[in-house]
């Protein structure tokens, strides 16, 4: 039952988010455009604009979302999110450099290469060690590296313009998805997705503690690579189209946690499909609320509805 | 038959384990006692797999396991931790059933066969009344049954046991060793760290006596645990009239 509601409502966010925008179009209008008899104008407004912004959303909230359980599952800490491995850093690393080069095609590339290092740099640091406290040691220097690295190609950048533009790339948006970016990402998502999935067994086994997963047949190096590049993949290709959007890593999973419980076999999935459907939920907000000449990014408005919401259930669970 | 041949073994650049050679056969309950630091845990775990030995072969059945894939031991070896790290929110059943993870599917699922082999294992230890107990929510005596539970439910046929009854009362002890007696009896080698004598002497079909990382006596308790080992080992004597058995009041 529980189930049945997280999908209609991620459905009916996803849905609902082809009605926003500043055209005003009735549901046969929608209608029609999807399937591309609508007006030449209500088509494009659909098929291109309104349709690939609401699906590359949808995919990167859920990537998130399950990095954001995974981690949680692996480190046993419910505080842990995407950026502690670095790779949101690295990723916007890439694409700040990229903007600081004016190479305004090639930001996903560069976002993607960047969150590769990442990845490589934390395979090799954590490779041979078994501890989970060693990955996590990995990805905060990696991080405050990659963040070093931004704000030096940020001090040094060539006007103030391309300045500004890195700043507001770094805030997040998906005001200008196209199916391209929905064609990078959606596979590279997905991939990490089910990686992240098919670890969830032996992320539930870990919670009997290292040693006891390891007796019942867990090789911790093969999860640790999965994880890393799982993350990677979901972290990566995120960033590399809409920019750093924090908190739904960190906070989806815990909601889930509370109403499906702590299992991580469901709580991956289950996590996917809520940060996809929270992530267009947001998306339609700042859709509300950007007016002509203003936006409000959408990294800082997930954060604003998810940080009220997580602080009363942090809240309330201590008093419990 | 589980065969220990010249096993160097330990953390770092240091062996714990130095040059150890033992055999256990089926049916055996042995007892590994020693001082602290003897290396008693650092031997269970490379047999356990969670230690890679420097040097020296395990064998089970003329098989070396160090070719054996992680999957493939956990199948055949049994490993009880002896701190109680069990996620703690999480429901008994589950707990039992992770014994099962060398055998599940790629999401998690377990056959039919998995889970009467799982009520078996709630059935022997008495805990299939807290199966949808939350396992911070039970007694230090019921979160060891319910993790002997888990080691149980793997049914392996080697089931190493470090210290399963430390900080447990007298008669959780006894209840404890019982069932270790139990698993041994049916057909199953168990080694198990003890620091409780007493029961060792009592429970166990051999004992292995530790000091500095070597085996310095083993046999049968009589004979291992006599007045000259036991000041040696432990610089303690041997108590007047020998270890007397404890039992269960009813």
Redesign the interface.
Known sequence: MKFTILIICTLSCVIFSLFIGTVDLSFIDVLKALLGRGTDTNNIIIRELRLPRSLTGAVIGAGLGASGAALQGYT?NPLAAPGILGFTACAALGAVIALYFGFYKWIPLAALSGTAIGAFLILKISGNRKSASTLILAGVGVSALATALTGLTMNFSPNPWALSEMVYWLMGSLSDSQFVDLLICAPLTIIGIIML??I??DL??L???E?????????LGRLRAILIIGTALCVGSGVAIAGAIGFIGLFIPHIIRLIFG??P?KLIPLSAISGAGFLVFADIISRYLTGPGTQLYLGILTSLIGVPFFLYLAIKETKV | MIHINNLLSGYGPCDVIQNISAEGKQGELIALVGANGSGKSTLLKTLAGIITPTSGTINYLGKELAGFSSRKRAKIISYLAQNREAYPSMPVYEIVELGRAPYRGSLGQISSTGKDIIESAMVRTKTQALKDRKFNNLSGGEQARVLLARALAVDAPIILADEPISALDPAFQISMMQALQREAKKGKIVITALHDLSLASQFSSKIWMLKNGKIVAKGVPKKVLNAENLKNTFQVKLPKGGFKALQLAN
């Open positions: 046993r999935t098919l969830g067994p539930k086994t919670s009997l503690g040693e006891t997963a390891v007796s019942l047949g867990v090789s702590s299992d076999i």
